[in-house]
């Protein structure tokens, strides 16, 4: 039996006081022509930016975004450029993504969420003005240390406490950035760090933080995802606009806490098909043949983890497929598995979270504790888990995510396999796609047997 004590709040929640590396930056857009007919809103050929929450943050709380250049001689944000004002609408978790997209035409009205600031004073104006440089410009997010909440207007310039930046002018913020040097470029703003909470991308229009190359984390402290998104090898860039379907939606990495583990696995109870018929995942053992792709393999390793419902949030919680959801018999029973485990569908494989329509593949929110299980083949491959393809274990250095990780090393040592290779080249059976024309394809396969309420 379990016993619910209940907690009350006796204090009125107050805005969070934010400091460097509480948030980071995961996208950028600066390319502001729009496509032949138009552009959507935050899609090819809109100006954008998107960041992270890595710590839950309460209404209210507010943060400054300027393109403005940072001057190093002055120590404070030159006016040349814009400033914009976000000021969160409820309490707000850690991974929390928020974006700011313009269609490239027309500057979006003020909200209660996202005002126009004007640079030389501080009032509210009517627009927002989100215009980023093409190959080189910065936005850098502040926050106030004022008693009203203002950033400080004074001597041609403005201040406050930057807590995160991105550049795309080159592979190092300009150590002596002043008022006589180009608008595009920018001095690494005041308690920032490149590689900690700062990034310079190099001279490009357009990028995003991509957690599948090498040297990316995927699993970790806070800090280890901070550094991690804060590198500029960890990021893909263009000068080509991003695609519709990746902005705002972009299919980035977020920050998880110390207890936050991305689980790639099938739930206990899956049945996975076999030379001698379908067994049960949890009844299978090192050695044993398994179906896959590639013809009949033995089982290299078992990885096993639990979450107990406490940690069970969304980057955890099993996505179900329901029976028939691609059609007859596919898959034949509910299919559970993580979110970030991810399905065959056609030539390219998709994520389980990427597919949930909200009928026949849903987010379940289960009982006390989820137990998962993942398999490993001496390749990656594709295995029949209740008759559909779905990936095996691809390691990307994150094997400690596993409760048995130590059981691999006592049986192969050192013999890791990492699934990248020496260029940042993911070595997948078949490529993951999380935006462009092969991922709406997919989406389109997937949902072609969907059913409407």
């Known amino acids: 039996m379990e016993y619910y004590f209940p907690t009350f709040r006796t204090e009125f929640p107050m805005a969070t006081t934010l400091v460097a590396g509480d948030i980071a930056f995961t996208a950028f857009q ?54 914009i004002r976000w000021v969160a609408q409820s309490e707000l978790k850690a991974n929390t993504k928020i974006s700011l997209a313009t269609s490239g035409t027309t500057p979006p009205s003020t909200t209660a969420e996202w005002t126009g600031i004007n640079t030389t004073n501080g009032n509210v104006i009517t627009a927002i003005n989100l215009a980023l440089g093409t190959q080189g410009d910065s936005v850098t997010a502040i926050v106030s240390t004022n008693a009203d909440g203002k950033l400080t207007f004074a001597n041609d310039g403005f201040s406050g406490t930057a807590i995160a930046s991105i550049y795309w002018g080159g592979d190092h913020y300009d150590s002596s950035f002043t008022a006589s040097k180009g608008g595009g470029n ?15 991308v190099g001279v490009t229009d357009n990028g995003r933080y991509n957690p599948d190359v090498v040297g990316s984390v995927e699993t970790g402290a806070v800090s280890d995802v901070r550094n991690s998104i804060n590198t500029k090898g960890n990021w893909t860039i263009s000068d080509a606009p991003l695609a519709d379907s990746a902005v705002p939606n972009s299919k980035l990495y977020y920050g998880r806490t110390t207890a936050d583990f991305t689980a790639l696995c099938y739930l206990a109870g899956t049945h996975i098909h076999t030379p001698s018929g379908e067994r ?114 691809a390691n990307h250095a994150n094997r400690h995510m596993f409760e048995n990780a130590a059981e691999y090393t006592a049986l192969y040592g050192d013999d890791e396999r990492v699934m990248i290779d020496a260029a940042g080249n993911n070595l997948r059976r078949f490529p993951i796609v999380f935006d462009g024309p092969r991922f709406q394809d997919a989406l389109r396969r997937a949902n072609a047997h969907r059913r409407y309420a």
């Not at 022509?33 to 709380?61: C, H, Q, S, Y």
């Not at 690494?188 to 909470?197: A, F, H, M, N, R």
């Not at 059609?327 to 065959?344: K, N």
């Open 280 to 393: 049960r995942i949890e009844t299978l053992a090192i050695g044993d043949e398994i179906t896959t792709i590639d013809g009949t393999q033995r089982l290299r390793w078992i990885g096993r983890h639990s979450y107990p419902r406490a940690v069970a949030g969304p980057w955890v919680s099993p996505i179900r497929i329901s029976t028939d959801a691609f059609g007859q018999g596919l898959p034949h029973r509910d299919l559970l598995v993580s979110p970030w485990h991810a399905i065959l569908l056609g030539d390219v494989l998709v994520r389980a979270a990427d597919l949930v329509n909200g009928s026949t593949i849903t987010q379940i929110f289960p009982g006390m504790v989820v137990h998962y299980l993942n398999l490993e083949f001496d390749a990656p491959t594709v295995v029949y888990a209740e008759g559909v393809a779905a990936e095996t274990y």
């Open 30 to 83: 600066s390319d502001s022509t729009p496509p032949t007919g138009g552009g959507a809103i935050g899609g090819a050929g809109g100006d954008m930016f998107e960041f992270v929450l890595l710590r839950d943050v309460e209404k209210d709380t507010t943060i400054y975004f300027t393109d403005c250049g940072f001057r190093t001689d002055i120590s404070r944000f030159n006016t040349t450029e814009g400033l």
């Open 186 to 200: 920018t001095g690494i703003p005041s308690g920032l760090k490149e590689g900690e909470t700062a990034v310079a």
